[in-house]
């Protein structure tokens, strides 16, 4: 059964608003320590697979406008908070979370702008590698199995974010330079 993409209140809606609502208990999960903790990590999973539930859920019915303005807003506070709690903590170096961060704020604004004109900025195939090696990036430095013995894992994935960050906004912005308007001037 498809939704209005008008519609607001749809079950992928809710799923979202359920990561939106839960990321501060995800903050406050995280521990004071570099060792990890299970029940970080076991939140941090379900609130990762919870974003592909909405996802799935959001294809099969129907995207519709406000979940396309909320998903996207809640992977952007559910990783950038559980980032810079880490980094707060110990565990991540500042250097690639503001790298990550900052392009998360221009894209945003991007995005923004552009689909002010009623056009949309769908997420490209590198913004989702990019998202899913920031997931693994967080989910590795809570599991405790890996969270000591294994940190050139989770920094491996860390900054392959950041490469990916860089490289998926350089598009972005290339793309939108190349639909820019050409303007005439008179002679």
Same mark, same amino acid.
């Given at each position: 059964?498809?939704?209005?993409?008008?519609?607001i209140?749809?079950?992928?809606?809710?799923?979202? @608003?359920?990561?939106? &609502?839960?990321?501060?208990?995800? *903050? #406050?999960?995280? $521990?004071?320590?570099?060792?990890? +903790?299970?029940?970080?990590?076991?939140?941090?999973?379900?609130?990762?697979v919870?974003?592909?539930?909405?996802?799935?859920?959001?294809?099969?019915?129907?995207?519709?406008?406000?979940?396309?303005?909320?998903?996207?807003?809640?992977?952007?506070?559910?990783?950038?908070? @559980?980032?810079?709690? &880490?980094?707060?903590?110990?565990? *991540? #170096?500042?250097? $690639?979370v503001?790298?990550?961060? +900052?392009?998360?704020?221009?894209?945003?604004?991007?995005?923004?702008?552009?689909?002010?004109?009623?056009?949309?900025?769908?997420?490209?195939?590198?913004?989702?590698?990019?998202?899913?090696s920031?997931?693994?990036?967080?989910?590795?430095?809570?599991?405790?199995?890996? @969270?000591?013995?294994?940190?050139?894992?989770?920094?491996? *994935?860390?900054?392959?974010?950041?490469?990916?960050?860089?490289?998926?906004?350089?598009?972005?912005?290339?793309?939108?330079r190349?639909?820019?308007?050409?303007?005439?001037?008179?002679?």
């Amino acid at each position: 059964m498809a939704v209005d993409p008008g519609s607001i209140k749809t079950w992928a809606n809710a799923v979202t @608003a359920g990561r939106l &609502l839960l990321s501060p208990l995800m *903050f #406050w999960a995280i $521990p004071n320590h570099d060792r990890g +903790a299970w029940p970080a990590f076991a939140l941090w999973f379900a609130l990762c697979v919870s974003d592909l539930a909405d996802g799935v859920i959001a294809r099969r019915h129907g995207v519709t406008r406000s979940g396309a303005f909320l998903d996207p807003l809640a992977d952007k506070v559910l990783v950038l908070g @559980a980032m810079f709690t &880490l980094v707060g903590r110990g565990v *991540f #170096w500042v250097v $690639p979370v503001v790298i990550i961060a +900052a392009r998360e704020f221009v894209i945003s604004i991007y995005r923004t702008v552009v689909g002010s004109k009623g056009v949309s900025v769908p997420a490209s195939r590198l913004a989702k590698y990019k998202m899913l090696s920031q997931q693994l990036a967080v989910g590795f430095a809570l599991l405790p199995l890996t @969270a000591l013995d294994a940190t050139w894992l989770w920094n491996g *994935f860390l900054w392959s974010a950041v490469v990916l960050a860089v490289v998926s906004g350089t598009q972005y912005l290339l793309r939108a330079r190349s639909h820019r308007p050409v303007t005439v001037h008179a002679m």
